[in-house]
C-alpha cells in the first residue's frame, strides 16, 4: 500500500476521534511508521509526493493572504490542522472559544465539510504530524519553499517585470515556535498572531497579541501587551463589527489585508470579522467571539491599561459609553 493511503488512513480514523488526542498506541504506530520512510533524506519533491500533498505551505493560498496583493505582497502561508484535530496539540494556548469556532474551519474548508469531504483536513493533519514527529524534515520543506519564492521575488525584480514582496506566516492555523527558521532569513518578513504570551519579536518577525477570553490571566497578559505597544486581535461577530469601528477610535478593521507589520498602529484593537465555521456560534457562548457588548466590557476591564487609558479619557466618541 502507498505511504500516502496509509496517512490517509490514520487521518480519517484521527478525525472520526473528533479532536481528542491520539490514543498513545496509534501514536507509536504512526511515529514508527513515520521514521520508517527515512524522508529526512529525500529531495523536496519526492517527500511531498510520497506523502501525498501538493506543496507545504502556500503562496497566497488563502483569500486573506491574496489580499495582501493590494499591497504588493505575496504570502507564503503554512496552514496546519488546528489544536488537537491532528492528534497531537499544535495550540497550547489555544481556550475552547476559538478551539471550536477556528478560523481553520471556515472558507473551502467549510464548504468540503458541508459537502462530507475532508481533503482540506487529511492534507493539514498530515502537514501537522511532519512538524510534530519529524520537525527536520518540516523544516527542510518549508526552507526550500521560502528560498524558491525568495529567488522568484529577485528574479522578478531583476528582470524589471513586476516588484512584489514576500512574507511568511508559519502559523496561519497553529501557534507554534518557528524561530529556528526566522533566524536563518533575516532579510525576510515573518509575521504571527499568536496567544503565547512568552513569545518574542524579532527584527524580522512581527508579532500581533490574538484575544481569547475574560479569563482573569488572560486579561493580565492584554494589559501587559498592550502597554507594550502590541496590537490586540479580536473576533467580532460579523453585523456589529461596523459599529465596534465607528465607535471606538483605537480599534482598526485587520480584514483589509493580513499584513500585520504594515499596520503602523500600536495598542489598538484589532477587528476581525469572525469567519464562519460550523460552531461560530458556540465561539460566541464561549466569549472568544464577541459582540459589541463584549467589546465593550473589554475596554471596561482594559480601561487602566498603560497602553491605552490617555487614549479611553480623552476621546469624546468613547463619552457614551457610560461604565467605560
Ligand atoms: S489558537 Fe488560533 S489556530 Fe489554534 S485553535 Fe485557536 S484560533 Fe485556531
Known sequence: MKTKTILAWFAINQIKRKGKKMPKKVLKRLKHFLKSLELEKKSYTAI??????SYYCGVDSSTKLQKGALLEYKTLGLYLAPATLSGINLCPFACVGCILACLGG????????????????????????????????????????????????????????????????????????????????????????????????RPNYHITYSYATMSPARIEWYRNKLANGMNLAIPVIAGDVKRVLQDIPFAFSMDTTDLRFLDGREAS????????????????????????????ELIRVLKDCNGFKSQIKNNKKLKHFSNV
Open 48 to 53: 511531498c509526493r510520497e506523502i501525498g500533498i
Open 106 to 201: 471556515s472558507g473551502h474548508n467549510l464548504i468540503e465539510k458541508r459537502s462530507g469531504k475532508n481533503l482540506i483536513d487529511i492534507s493539514r493533519i498530515k502537514k501537522a504530524w511532519i512538524a510534530m514527529l519529524l520537525p527536520e524534515v518540516a523544516e527542510k520543506l518549508i526552507c526550500h519553499e521560502i528560498e524558491r519564492e525568495r529567488l522568484k521575488r529577485d528574479m522578478a525584480i531583476v528582470s524589471q517585470r513586476i516588484r512584489w514582496n514576500l512574507a511568511v506566516r508559519l502559523n496561519c492555523t497553529s501557534d507554534l515556535d518557528f524561530s529556528h527558521i526566522m533566524r536563518k532569513y533575516p532579510d525576510l518578513q515573518f509575521y504571527d498572531y499568536t496567544k503565547d504570551q512568552w513569545r518574542t519579536k
Open 269 to 296: 484593537f484589532g477587528i476581525l470579522k469572525a469567519k464562519e465555521t460550523l460552531h461560530t456560534l458556540e465561539g460566541v457562548e464561549e466569549g472568544f467571539i464577541l459582540d459589541y457588548e463584549g467589546v465593550k
